[in-house]
């Protein structure tokens, strides 16, 4: 099946600032594209692409004073699959990780895997290794948290979201990876395009997504704390440690976001 995918942000700036943005297709999905979701800005800014330290397709540039409008609009061949399970995927020990997953066994920024870790291995000790246990992490943090748009907040940490037992998709997934570190799973933070392709109405309000991936049997698999089922039509933009790394737009001065719309629809 085919996805349209895109978004339009408006910014409003008092003077010129640069910016960094982070929201480009992964490079994994690249032969998918068929319509290329290349950047437009309005009124026409030079911009620069760079990968960062995680792969991800990033844009430089400095945004003009006033008014600012961001719009992608990329179309991409999907198989229609939903997010594989592997029940058997088993876990391996610290000693024997690949050294490039060792980063993701570390605490970061939204995920302080310090003051998780007693309560994690109080809930999870008794879970069996592996898939499993990645499951039961995902299965509390899906019970024990309230979704809700308003209580989303930008300094809101893992610890903060297992307190306050709410959150929004990002929350989700910062606790569960955070609980997965300290089970000594290697977990790394996504962002990406997640409509509700397969699902009945009602629909939500479309946003980017955040989700998971936890390393088992020599392989990323995709978990998904906030929805916890199998999805269709997932598109990947970008991973790192938290959100911290994959931030959509990063602006170095002040600005106002007027207008934020993300779409993800399958085509007839």
Known sequence: MQIRAGYELIYDFPQPTPMILTLNIHYSRASDLVRPDHLITSPSTPAVSYRDGFGNWCTRLVAPQGRLRLTADAIVNDSGRSDVIAPNAWQYDVQNLPEETLVYLLGSRYCETDELSEIAWKLFTGTPLGWARVQAICDFVHGHLTFGYEHARATKTALQAYTDRNGVCRDYAHLAIAFCRCMNIPARYCTGY????????????????????????????TFDARNNQPRIGRILIARGRDAADVAISTAFGVNVLQSFRVWTDQVA
């Open 194 to 221: 997640l409509g509700d392709i397969g699902l009945p109405p009602p629909y939500a309000p479309m946003d980017f997504a955040g989700w998971f991936e936890a390393y088992l049997g020599g392989t990323w698999y």
